[in-house]
C-alpha cells in the first residue's frame, strides 16, 4: 500500500470514529436538554447540567474542526510523507492531553449534576462518584491506545519513507 493509500485510509478511519462519537454525544446533549426542562433554575443540579451541555458541544466542535482539518489537509498535495508523520505525531501528542481539557469540566458538571440532595444520599453520590472517575479512567486509557496508534501510523509512514 502506497503513502497516499494509506493516509486515506487513516483519514477514512477518522472520520467513522468522528461519526461515532458524534451519534454518542448527540445522544448525551438529547438526554441533558430534556433532563434540564425537569430542573430547577438556579440548583446545584442546574448548572451541573448546563456545564455538560456547553462541554459535550464544545467537545463536538472540536473533534469536527480537527476532522475537518485532517480531510482538508489530505486534498492538498504535500511535499512528502514527512508532512503527514508530522501531523501524525502531532495527533498522537493531542490525544494523550485531550482528557484534561475536556474531561474536567465534563466530569465537574456530572459532580454536580449527581450532587446530593440529601443528608441520606451521601452513599449513593460515592457510589456514582466512583463510576463516573472509573469512566473518566477509561476514556484516558483510550485516548492513550489512540495515540499509540497514530504513533504508530507516523512510524509506518517513517519506513515507507526510507525504503523508497
Known sequence: MND????????????????????????VLLTFSCILS???TGTIQYYGC??????????????WSFILCYR?????VTSGPSFWREAFILHA????????WYLIPACCGVMLFIS??????????????????????????????SAYGADDYAR?????????
Open 4 to 27: 497516499r493509500q494509506q493516509v486515506e485510509k487513516i483519514v477514512a478511519g477518522a472520520v467513522y470514529r468522528a461519526i461515532l462519537e458524534s451519534i454518542a454525544a448527540s445522544l
Open 38 to 40: 425537569h430542573i430547577s
Open 50 to 63: 448546563i456545564l455538560s451541555l456547553a462541554t459535550v458541544g464544545f467537545i463536538l466542535g472540536v473533534l
Open 72 to 76: 482538508f489537509f489530505r486534498s492538498h
Open 93 to 100: 501528542r493531542l490525544l494523550r492531553f485531550l482528557p484534561f
Open 116 to 145: 446530593p440532595q440529601g443528608d441520606a444520599q451521601y452513599l449513593s453520590y460515592v457510589t456514582q462518584l466512583v463510576i463516573v472517575l472509573w469512566l473518566a479512567g477509561g476514556i484516558v486509557w483510550l485516548n492513550r491506545f
Open 156 to 164: 509506518e509512514i517513517l519506513l515507507s519513507d526510507k525504503t523508497h
